[in-house]
Each structure stands twice: as C-alpha cells, then as structure tokens.
Antibody
C-alpha cells in the first residue's frame, strides 16, 4: 500500500528542537518531490519545505535557517529537523509527496509552549 | 513570493447548487503549476485538480478547474453533501511554493 506515516510530534518548549519523521511505503522517497506542510490550529495550509529528487531543498522565509529537510534512502524516510522553535510553529505537520501533492500523511501535532 | 488570494472566504450554498471559487496570484503562474485541494475537518487535504484543469484520480466530474496567468477558478457543480469543505489553491511554479488562505463552502 502506498502511504506516508508521520511521527515525532509532541510538546516542546520555546527555543527547543524536534525532529519529525515521515516513513514512506509503496514508493521511493528519493525519486519524488517530498515536502512538509503545516496547519496551525484553525488556520490554513502553509508549505514548509521541499526536497527535490536531485537533493535541492527550499524553504519559505518563516522557517529558513531554523528548519532542515532531509531524507534517508536506506530507511525510505523523510525528516524535518526543527530548531529554535517558536509558539507560532505550533501546528499539525503533514508530509506530502509529488508536485502537486498527490499523497499526504495523516499529520503529527507539534505544540510549542512553556 | 507569489501570494495567492482566494475569494470569497466563505460560500454559503445549498446542496444541488453550484460553487465558484476564485484564486488570484500576485505573479503569473504557469497553468501546469496550479493545483486545488479539498480538506474536511480532521482530515489531510486531498488533491482535486492539477495543471489548473485536470482532475486527479477518482475525482468526480462535477469538479472542474479553469484559468490562466493570475486568475484561476474551481467550480463545483451540483453540490453534494460531501462537498462541503475547505478548498485551497496552490502554486509550485517557482522555488517557493505557496497556498491560498482557503475558501470554506458551507451548507446554507
């Protein structure tokens, strides 16, 4: 079955770090555009990062320099390393594949609060 | 950054009516790089339309997309109860991808 499963969310204090994982099955992460998208409570979708099949990565200004997207080919898994977390980073984080996003995970909740 | 502005914010309609949703871009977008998604409460978004006008796999033909340049439209004909949801447009024509803020289609 083709699917994405996120993990790693939780409660973290402001200024802390967290790493999200997204395990893929049924297809190869390294052969696809892979992205992270977040949704703050009651808000819309915000694209957070993308890694191209060739390895190029891109971020919006809101997370650039704090978040890093990466992948592990051997584990067929996508990651999002999040540093210097802020209250406004609180959201459900989805991983998604393709361009456009034709496959989504169910999301993992990240809460940044003291 | 290419800002996408969706209108209206909320659309109140009855089942059987048609919905017309607008997505305007601050910079021109190639039609190939414009998509629409549907999201229901508690669920991940679902791809509806790609390439501005092509339906994704399994999407009923009452959903249609059109437009070019800076103005794109999603039309939902003959609204079914399951179509009441939030709809987002997205562009990925540059290295910075963006979503519109969403349009909620609610039951009148």
């Amino acid at each position: 079955e083709v699917q994405l499963v996120e993990s790693g969310g939780g409660l973290i204090q402001p200024g802390g770090s967290l790493r999200l994982s997204c395990a893929a099955s049924g297809f190869t992460v390294s052969s696809n555009y892979m992205s992270w998208v977040r949704q703050a409570p009651g808000k819309g979708l915000e694209w957070v990062s993308v890694i191209y099949s060739g390895g190029s990565t891109y971020y919006p200004d809101s997370v650039k320099g704090r978040f890093t997207i990466s992948r592990d080919i051997s584990k067929n898994t996508l990651y999002l390393q999040m540093n210097s977390l802020r209250a406004e980073d609180t959201a459900v984080y989805y991983c998604a594949s393709g361009r456009p996003f034709d496959l989504w995970g169910r999301g993992t909740l990240v809460t940044v609060s003291s | 950054e290419n800002v996408l502005t969706q209108s209206p914010g909320t659309l109140s309609l009855s089942p059987g009516e048609s919905a017309t949703l607008s997505c305007r871009a601050s910079q021109s977008v190639s039609s190939s790089y414009l998509a629409w998604y549907q999201q229901k409460p508690g669920q991940a978004p679902r791809l509806l339309i790609y390439g501005a006008s092509s339906r994704a796999t399994g999407i009923p033909d009452r959903f249609s997309g059109s437009g070019s340049g800076t103005h794109f439209t999603l039309t939902v004909s003959r609204l079914e109860p399951e179509d009441f949801a939030v709809y987002y447009c997205q562009q990925f024509g540059s290295s910075l991808w963006t979503f519109g803020q969403g349009t909620k289609v609610e039951i009148k």
